[in-house]
């Protein structure tokens, strides 16, 4: 059965460091397309970063959002079966509940999605709360 888990989030200050995991059980995830997202209270969930999937020679390379992208960074650990989403620099308006979601696309080619709308199985999340 194809599940994905959040963890590692909590509260942290302003200024400070946080990195969550997703992890996969049921498939390899390191081999398909993950998306980031994450919705705060009264918001739309949005995309904090994605990361297409290996293919047979070819590693995938991670895209994030305007306000993500000098600060955050996603990282597969193959022995683990997870993916990292190093989070530096966190503000109060980081916070919310972080989400991964895979389209469950095997060798779907080089590209990831920045659109909720195109995954279909998700996690449950985990809180990031960002406040001194």
């Known amino acids: 059965q194809v599940q994905l888990v959040e963890s590692g989030g909590g509260l942290v200050q302003p200024g400070s460091s946080i990195t969550l995991t997703c992890s996969g059980s049921g498939f390899h995830l390191p081999y398909y397309r993950v998306g980031w997202f994450r919705q705060a209270p009264g918001k739309e969930r949005e995309a904090v970063g994605c990361?297409?999937?290996?293919?047979?020679?070819?590693?995938?390379?991670?895209l994030y959002s305007d306000s993500t992208k000098t600060r955050f960074t996603i990282a597969k650990d193959y022995t683990d079966n997870t993916l990292q989403l190093q989070m530096n620099f966190l503000s109060p308006e980081d916070t919310a509940v972080y989400y991964c979601a895979t389209d469950i696309v095997l060798n779907a080619g080089p590209g990831c999605y920045m659109n909720p709308q195109k995954y279909d199985r998700w996690g449950k999340g985990t809180q990031v709360t960002v406040s001194s």
């Open positions: 990361i297409d999937g290996d293919g047979r020679s070819y590693r995938g390379v991670p």
